[in-house]
């Protein structure tokens, strides 16, 4: 029997069925051939690709051939800005740092101050500008070439506002409506963010890649049925998973819910703690039944942010995998296993953090790729 859920890009409920959801967005499954492809070009495969964590795509065949054809392509992905980032958040960013090493493209990140100011009644422009801020630091750290990456506030670069309109003048109410649920009540600045959204496909005449997370993808729709009318390509995209939180398979990590994440800024006490405390296992009650029957690493958080972020070895996952299965793992081995690992990786993209502050203007204003965008006109 199937579980209710909900994906859509404001929320994230009950236990997702991703095949499902290829399904109903009309989207692709990544095939072993599409990555035996990729694999062809790059010389090896990032474990999020390989493990399925990134699962499902539009157009990704197309973006291959233009990048063998010589005609390049940019990745395109962003954030909004709610509140400190956490381990889930990362995800998206530490892959397309990859893709870029690997394919050498350029990268727009847009940091959507102006949505969530819009999206949520109790914030100030000021408050989501200043998260903004915060995660461009982290951002900032998971090591992107400056000179290949232009980093954007919305409500800071403004150039952007002609390609805007002429994206909105091709998108009615009615289509927002039935995509978003917007409603009579909703503000009109929700109802033009689509616009803006969908907008940085358009910043570079060249095949657009989106990878984030599938609860994205009715933007890409959007953007999909206005592009050809204003003579650009569509975008393709390619769509992830969500990263469990630390309280089980449902929904995804929130960063309004401090039970759930595990945030960037996080200490070791505080890591130990939450996860002892909270963790959700795919552990049975006993140790007695556990040691008989095996746990399910299926379900388990700790498993599945081994898999997705701290244990890149496909020896060593396969091998806690195995013993998690037949008894011989108990769940609390495993939360010390995963709290060390946590902290370490934490405790170096902290220090790659501070460092990150003292980049902040090559990424926005100065790097190669920020002085062309400032300087272009459409
Ligand atoms: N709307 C996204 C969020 O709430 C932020 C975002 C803007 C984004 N552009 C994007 C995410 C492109 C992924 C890809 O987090």
Redesign the pocket.
């Known amino acids: 029997m199937s579980q209710r859920f909900q994906v859509t890009?404001w929320e994230v409920t009950g236990v997702v069925d991703y095949d499902k959801l290829i399904e109903d967005f009309g989207t692709e499954k990544i095939t072993p051939q599409l990555l035996k492809e990729i694999e062809n070009i790059t010389g090896g495969l990032h474990p999020l690709l390989r493990r399925g964590f990134f699962f499902s795509h539009r157009d990704l065949p197309q973006v291959l051939e233009a990048y063998k054809k010589g005609e390049g392509f940019f990745l395109?992905?962003?954030?909004?800005p709610?509140g400190h980032m956490h381990i889930g958040?990362l995800i998206?960013f530490l892959f397309v740092k990859w893709l870029q090493d690997k394919f050498k493209v350029p990268v727009i990140?847009?940091?959507?101050d102006d949505?969530?100011f819009l999206y949520k009644e109790e914030f100030t422009l000021e408050t989501t500008r200043k998260y903004a801020m915060e995660n461009i630091y982290d951002i900032i750290a998971c090591g992107f070439n400056p000179d290949l990456t232009f980093i954007f506030q919305d409500s800071e670069y403004t150039n952007y506002y002609p390609l805007a309109v002429k994206i909105a003048k091709k998108i009615t109410l009615s289509t927002v409506k039935a995509v978003f649920g917007f409603k009579n009540e909703t503000n009109i600045g929700l109802i033009f963010f689509p616009a803006i959204?969908a907008m940085?496909c358009f910043l570079l005449e060249k095949q657009c890649l989106?990878?984030?997370?599938i609860d994205?993808d009715p933007?890409w729709r959007i953007q999909r049925d206005v592009a050809p009318k204003l003579g650009y390509p569509k975008t393709a995209a390619i769509h992830s998973k969500f990263l469990p939180g630390l309280e089980g398979p449902t929904g995804k990590m929130s960063a309004s819910k401090e039970q759930t994440a595990i945030y960037l800024t996080d200490n070791p006490e505080t890591v130990k703690r939450k996860i002892i405390k909270y963790a959700f296992t795919g552990g049975q009650p006993s140790v007695a039944e556990q040691k008989k029957k095996g746990g399910n690493p299926n379900i388990c958080t700790v498993f599945q942010w081994l898999n997705s972020l701290l244990e890149m070895d496909d020896k060593s996952i396969k091998n806690r995998e195995s013993m998690c299965l037949s008894g011989q793992l108990l769940c609390g081995e495993c939360k010390n296993y995963l709290s060390d690992k946590l902290i370490e990786f934490l405790s170096s993209h902290q220090q790659r953090r501070v460092e990150a502050k003292k980049h902040v203007d090559s990424f926005k204003y100065t790097g190669v790729l920020a002085r062309e965008l400032w300087s272009k006109k459409w």
């Open positions: 890009p395109y992905t962003g954030r909004g709610t958040h998206p990140i847009q940091i959507t949505e969530k959204q940085p989106i990878p984030a997370a994205q933007y």
